[in-house]
C-alpha cells in the first residue's frame, strides 16, 4: 500500500548540512591548519616590500584558540593598503571542479578589521578557483566558515589570507578545508513531513 505525503503546504527548509551521516568522511585539505609544527611551514608569507608594506609573522603559544599555538601576524606598514600585499599562503591545495568545499577558521584582530580569503593557483597568472571573500575581523576569537564550489579541477591550489588592508594584528588558527556534506532540506505535506537530501 502507497502512502501519499498529500498536499505541499510550503517550500523546502534547509535544516542542516549532513555531516556524520554514516558514509560521509569529511577530508581535510590544509596540513598543520593549527599551527602545532615548530616551524610555519608548510605555510608560507608574503610582503610587498616594493611598496612599503612590513609585516612580520610567529607562532603564538600564549594566546591560541585552539591546541598550543596559533599564527600571529603583526602587519607594521600597511604600505598602499592593498590586501594581497601582505598575505599568509597554503600551497598545493586539490580541489575538484563542481565540488563545494567549506573553509574553515578561527581568527580575530587588535581591531575591527577587514582580511580576504581566496584559492587560487600558485603560479602565475594566479587564476582564481572559487573561492574570494572579505570578512572582518573583531578583537574576539571568531570561528569563521565559508562555502564555495571549485571552479577547476587541481593541485596547485593556494589558499591565502590577506591581511594588508591596515596596521594591526592578526591572529589564526584551526584552518581547514573539507568537502561539504550534502544538504538535508525538509518538506511539509498535508500527511506528514519529507526529509530531502541534496548533493553539493
Not at 548540512?17 to 560521509?24: E, Q, S, W
Not at 602545532?36 to 608574503?46: I, K, S, Y
Not at 600551497?91 to 582580511?115: E, L, N, T, W
Not at 593557483?121 to 574576539?140: F, H, S
Request: proline share 3%.
Amino acid at each position: 500500500m502507497v502512502r501519499r505525503a498529500g498536499l505541499r503546504l510550503g517550500p523546502a527548509l534547509r535544516r542542516c548540512p549532513a555531516r556524520g551521516l554514516a558514509g560521509t568522511v569529511a577530508s581535510d585539505h590544509v596540513s598543520d591548519g593549527g599551527f602545532e609544527n615548530a616551524a610555519l611551514a608548510p605555510w608560507t608569507t608574503w610582503v610587498n616590500t616594493d611598496v612599503g608594506a612590513a609585516a612580520t609573522f610567529q607562532l603564538e603559544s600564549s594566546d591560541v584558540a585552539d591546541g598550543q599555538q596559533a599564527l600571529r601576524a603583526d602587519v607594521s606598514n600597511a604600505g598602499q593598503g592593498v590586501d594581497w600585499h601582505i598575505a599568509v599562503q597554503h600551497r598545493d591545495i586539490s580541489i575538484v571542479q563542481g565540488q563545494s568545499y567549506d573553509v574553515m577558521f578561527m581568527a580575530k584582530g587588535s581591531a575591527s578589521q577587514p582580511i580576504s580569503i581566496g584559492l587560487q593557483k600558485q603560479v602565475a597568472n594566479w587564476d582564481n578557483y572559487g573561492l574570494w571573500q572579505q570578512v572582518t575581523l573583531t578583537p574576539q576569537w571568531t570561528k569563521v566558515q565559508l562555502t564555495f564550489e571549485a571552479s577547476v579541477t587541481a593541485v596547485d591550489g593556494e589558499l591565502g589570507f590577506s591581511i594588508g588592508v591596515v596596521v594591526g594584528t592578526v591572529w589564526l588558527d584551526g584552518v581547514q578545508i573539507t568537502e561539504h556534506p550534502a544538504d538535508v532540506f525538509t518538506r511539509a505535506f498535508t500527511n506528514g513531513l519529507a526529509v530531502l537530501k541534496r548533493h553539493a
